[in-house]
């Protein structure tokens, strides 16, 4: 039987880090702080998640997403919705390092990662997965799909 890899997590929540407004990396925080190697938030910097959120112990928030990676990342996490819904400029330089490095993009996001036209030609050519959390999943129809299983009745 296959195991899952257990990725160590650098979260992206530049800017937006907090008790009230990184629902998504503070749900990661508190059910496997283990897997975490750092947050970057430049405005938060210098800190730990315990002291930003209260909970969520000595993992640093750094401000240089490169300094993030080297704490030993194996994926990457956007823990935020950005401002405008549409991915940063910097955050796209950032997600384009991880992935030449092979880094696993995960995503909340509704704009989708693995849809943008460079990330994600980009991400296929270095056999980097990338996870849309909010894409659809494909409908399978079966062969029955849209037959009556009874007959109609009559009135």
Known sequence: MLEARQHRFLIIADGEFGPLKSKTANSCIRYFPERIVAVVDR??????????????GGIPVVDDFERGLALGATAVLIGIAP?????????????????????????????????????????????????DARKPLPIWRSRTAGRRKCPPTSS
């Open 43 to 56: 405005a938060q910097a210098g800190r730990t998640v315990q002291d930003v959120l209260g909970f969520g």
């Open 83 to 131: 401002t405008g819904g549409q991915l940063p400029p910097e955050w796209r330089g950032w997600l384009k390092t991880a992935i030449t490095r092979g880094l696993e993009i995960w995503s909340g996001l509704h704009t989708f990662i693995g849809d943008d036209p460079e990330l994600g030609p980009l991400a296929r050519a270095r056999g980097v997965r990338v996870l």
